[in-house]
């Protein structure tokens, strides 16, 4: 399972912020990131979303205004949030964690071109 590599840095804070619906993660390395609830919704590690393999993966749309509504921990690897939507399946380790921030720009740019490839929206409409 991801989560497990030793040489992923440990989060030394998470913080919810439902206003600009934003979690805001510290690493151990002294990296931080700000990732919005839609983009932790759009990429979410659960099989509802990543399929089972390659070419599997759900186009997640209408999620611009999802919330977070809690969010619990999973060992001592990964946190499960729960989102406005229902969402309560992906666990989001803490190397998922930080890949996702790491490479933000490039992932969100990729569901913006997969959203307007299929004519789709990130409102709910």
């Known amino acids: ?7 992923t840095p440990q989060p030394t804070e998470i913080k919810l912020h ?3 619906r934003a979690l805001e993660l510290a690493f ?11 983009f932790l919704r759009v990429y979410s590690p659960s099989a509802e979303v990543r399929g089972h393999g390659p070419g ?3 186009l997640q749309t209408g999620k611009r205004d999802v919330a977070i509504k ?14 406005s939507d229902g969402h309560d399946t992906g666990i989001y380790s803490w190397d998922h964690l930080y890949d996702l921030g790491a490479r933000h720009d490039e992932l969100w740019q990729r569901y913006l071109d997969r959203m307007a ?4 929206r990130r409102d709910n409409a």
């Open 117 to 120: 490839a299929a004519g789709a």
């Open 18 to 20: 439902q206003q600009s």
């Open 56 to 58: 599997q993966e759900t």
């Open 70 to 83: 809690e969010v619990e921990t999973v060992g001592h690897y990964a946190i499960r949030p729960t989102f």
């Open 28 to 38: 151990s390395d002294g990296r931080s990131f700000r990732l919005s609830y839609e």
């Open 1 to 7: 399972m991801a989560g497990l590599d030793p040489s």
